[in-house]
């Protein structure tokens, strides 16, 4: 992975851990946890999209919502401009928060169906200070035409109801900017609407880079629109990042055998479904106190005892592509029970 300067870096992601407690239990050792993310490392750079691709389950969306400080990290750090957020509170911590905004997966939960767009808008320009009374409206169809959304003075008296499910994701991506943020963490943004206007929203996510400078992390379980919008993506399964490169790299030479399965799920007219799927064994794995060995092993065609063993760590076999997989060396692995 390539790491700029600190003025390229938006986000860095050092460590991060989540692990949630199971039932009860009041003595540590016999606790139970699920790893819901574990020990995972990336840099976002400044002006780019970075993609985090999985199944249910996989942990991106808890990534996201660590880096948003919706949840407690267990241990690591998230280092945004020098400071690590993680130990952020009080006022320090609201200004971070208007500066790193969430996009949720569903745009109609996510909106008061009684209130206008208007108001869904004004709110966090006027309670983070973005914009004065007299000016608000102003600023309002500003942000309406910047996603997309004209004319902004009739879209602005609806409600939500009266648009359809693209235009409620725009309105969603409009009150983000509001605030003026450096960076947008996408929690599955296009999953939820239909396949024809899925596009309109990725261009937008487009123009808000280029246009404005926008980082993005955009979580997907969809490699077909990471490699079309993500300059660098990651994949994530049960917990553990299992690869990273840059988007095209990963799709066209993919090393790890999930990001191969993955692919092979992705239709492409050139090859017969028969001929380029990956045959996938066993299950997702439970990941409560999880044994040592790779995580994948159970569904893995090409497993090894060693894989059963030796938790797997991350080599980087080319400068830029990294991979948590034995057939590409040990990495950092351990024999070690991850610690809960
Ligand atoms: Fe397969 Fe072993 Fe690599 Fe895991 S470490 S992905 S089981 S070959």
Redesign the pocket.
Known sequence: MSVGTIQDVAVDVRGLTKHFPVGGGFRRKNRRFIHAVDDVSFTLERSRIMALVGESGSGKSTIARLLARLYPATSGEVIFKGRNILQLTGPELLTYRSQVQMVFQDPFGSLNPVKSIEHHIKRPLLIHHQADSREVRERIYELLRTVGLTPPEEVARKLPHELSGGQRQRVAFARALAVNPEVILADEPISMLDVSIRMGILNMMKQLRDEHGLSCLYITHDLASARYLAEETLVLYAGQLMEAAPSGELMSEPL???TRLLLSAVPDPRTSLQKSRVEARGEIPTIINPAPG?R??NR?P???D??RQVT?GLTEPSPGHRV????YGEGDASLKKPDS
Request: proline share 12%; net charge positive; aromatic share 18%.
């Open positions: 790890h055998p999930y790779c994948f092993a893995c090409y497993v090894m060693v894989c797997p948590r997989c034995h057939l």
